[in-house]
């Protein structure tokens, strides 16, 4: 298939009083798109309405060509990878146990783990660098190893479209790169990825395309290189930015309304 | 290996049982035709039954809200879904149901349903609103109770509505059994049925239902097992506290915290722990037997306050 992997037309979706959109993109085969804006501005929003978790109030979203309410759960949840932000784990279960309820879909309803599934998930840890965790409970985890071991287990699905919501958070230097590389490699494998994305160096080096909200609108859409520029996201985020992309100072009068 | 150490446990806590009493009888007695077989036969053998399945609906419900609301503090009677469906009983009773068994069991049933839907409604996943949701619909199905037994017509009625209520597996009879079997049977389907959706709730809702978790149904089954296991139970036995609270917190550290490895040791579990106590409460000396739903709170409430100082411990 040559088109989108997903795509959203007119996608509008509110939660509470915010209301976000219209939007209107598409994920394709091998490229990774960022999404960027300030704390509030209806990202992680977006996400939720692509992954089918929160209903659209205008507009649709198609996965794999069909329209998302027509795929039945079991599909969708094959096709589509949801990381969410800060991800909690409620029971102090083993990193592998967590990593194996990315599984789920794959599963049947009864019996244990099947040797493909084994497989997958010794694939995942190690591609994140996890595998010396396995066996350890996650509550004992830092936060950093947590959020390695919850992306693992978006990864033991091997989902066609990857959503993750800020998949860099409370990660070192290191294993943030090392996170930028899985979700290229995601890409470069066939996937689609859409990201949440705060660090902008980080957003430039992982973006093949890029999405800028404020207020729950679309400010800027398009290649990266078009849209990840000094001036673009110094309007975005209210901030002054350098050629690296590096914030510097906040705009006269707009004190810190954006980290 | 632990599953099968538990399936022995109950086995022989089943045999104590048929054995147990101011009596001691062996149970190779069955089908002898002296007095004792009739004992075992008529007296004992419901009242091993009745606690085999009423421990094991108890242990497992207890297991199935816990994966459910994501709080090892859930259980259906410190949710308060006990003290309804004996309210529910209570009114049957009252209104004079007194001769029908099956009356009493479906009202039960579904005010039990009733509680449990209504928690799930109030409570969402916030342990805390859930307790303090537990703990109002508990004091308002007694007062409710109490108003009941107040409003009682005959001290007849009084005496069997509060007899009732102590909780007990005493004086049952093989229609108490095939009464509850069914229930009991439907409950456990319904929860073994949620047990891989609870797994995935570990992650929170959204990232379930983006596993391929149908929140609603799960929900449903949830809301289902838990109403008519615990209500059917609470029609034919009264209110037995603690069980579903006291057997997934002893089981957890050995079989892990999965809710779907929870399960079956929970329902054999609380089964084991019903089978001893019932076993237990007839060797008290003393004219009256001591009540099993009593004996059971006796035991069960220190476990609690000892569970909460725990948790206390664990997040200071």
């Not at chain 1, 507009?59 to 795929?71: D, H, K, M, T």
């Not at chain 2, 917190?249 to 490895?261: D, F, I, M, T």
Request: hydrophobic residues 55%; aromatic residues 4%.
């Amino acid at each position: 298939m040559s088109g989108p992997l997903l795509e959203a037309a007119g996608l509008s979706a509110g939660q509470g009083a915010f209301r976000l959109g219209p939007v209107s993109l598409a994920l394709h085969p091998g490229r990774v798109l960022v999404i960027l804006g300030p704390n509030g501005a209806g990202k992680s929003t977006l996400l939720l309405a692509l992954a089918g978790l929160l209903a659209p109030s205008a507009g649709a979203v198609r996965l794999l060509g069909q329209p998302l309410a027509a795929l039945d759960r079991t599909a969708r949840a094959r096709a589509l990878g949801y990381l969410p932000q800060g991800g909690t784990v409620h029971w102090n279960l083993t990193a592998r146990a967590v990593v194996m309820l990315g599984r789920a879909p794959h599963r049947p309803p009864f019996g244990p783990p099947r040797a493909e599934d084994c497989a997958a998930v010794g694939q995942a840890l190690a591609a994140t660098d996890a595998t010396h965790l396995a066996d350890r409970p996650v509550h004992s985890l830092s936060g950093g190893e947590r959020a390695r071991v919850l992306f693992a287990r978006v990864l033991a699905g091997e989902p066609r479209v990857i959503l993750a919501d800020e998949p860099l958070q409370n990660l070192d230097p290191a294993h943030q790169l090392q996170t930028v590389g899985l979700l290229r490699e995601a890409a470069h494998s066939g996937s689609a990825v859409a990201a949440v994305v705060h660090d902008l160096p980080l957003a430039r080096r992982l973006a093949d395309d890029a999405l800028l909200l404020k207020h729950g609108r679309v400010i800027a859409a398009g290649p990266a290189d078009a849209v990840l520029t000094a001036e673009t996201l110094g309007l975005g985020f209210g901030i002054r930015v350098s050629g690296e992309l590096v914030p510097v100072a906040p705009l006269e009068g707009r004190a810190t309304e954006a980290q | 290996m632990i599953r099968s150490g538990l399936a022995a446990l109950v086995a022989a806590a089943f045999l104590l049982s048929l054995s147990a009493g101011k009596a001691w009888i062996a149970p190779v007695r069955f089908g002898d035709d002296t007095p004792e077989a009739l004992v075992l036969l008529e007296l004992r053998l419901p009242r091993a039954l009745l606690g085999l399945m009423v421990g094991a609906v108890l242990g497992a419900g207890g297991a199935v809200l816990q994966g459910y609301l994501r709080n090892p503090l859930a259980e259906p009677g410190v949710l308060g879904v006990s003290a309804t469906a004996a309210l529910g009983a209570v009114l049957a009773i009252f209104l004079g149901a007194s001769g029908q068994p099956l009356l009493i069991a479906a009202s039960a049933m579904a005010f039990g349903l009733g509680a449990v839907a209504l928690l799930g409604l109030i409570a969402g996943s916030s342990g805390l609103q859930l307790l303090l949701a537990g703990v109002v619909l508990a004091s308002l199905s007694a007062a409710l109770t109490s108003l009941v037994i107040s409003l009682a017509p005959t001290p007849f009625a009084l005496g069997e509505i509060v007899t009732w209520l102590m909780g007990a597996l005493t004086d049952r009879s093989l229609a108490d059994v095939r009464l509850l079997a069914g229930p009991v049977l439907v409950a456990l389907v319904l929860m073994a049925a949620s047990a891989r959706a609870l797994d995935a709730l570990a992650l929170g809702e959204a990232t379930a239902a983006s596993l391929g978790v149908d929140l609603a149904r799960t929900r449903l089954l949830v809301i289902g097992g838990v109403g008519i296991g615990v209500g059917a139970s609470v029609a034919v036995t009264g209110v037995i506290s603690f069980v579903g609270l006291v057997v997934p917190h002893l089981l957890r550290p050995l079989v892990g915290p999965e809710p779907s490895r929870l399960l079956l040791p929970s329902a054999l579990g609380g089964a084991a722990l019903v089978l001893v106590a019932d076993s237990l409460v007839r060797l008290v000396p003393g004219a009256a037997e001591l009540k099993l739903g009593i004996a059971m709170a006796l035991l069960g409430a220190p476990f609690f306050l000892w569970l909460l100082w725990r948790t206390r411990q664990e997040l200071a």
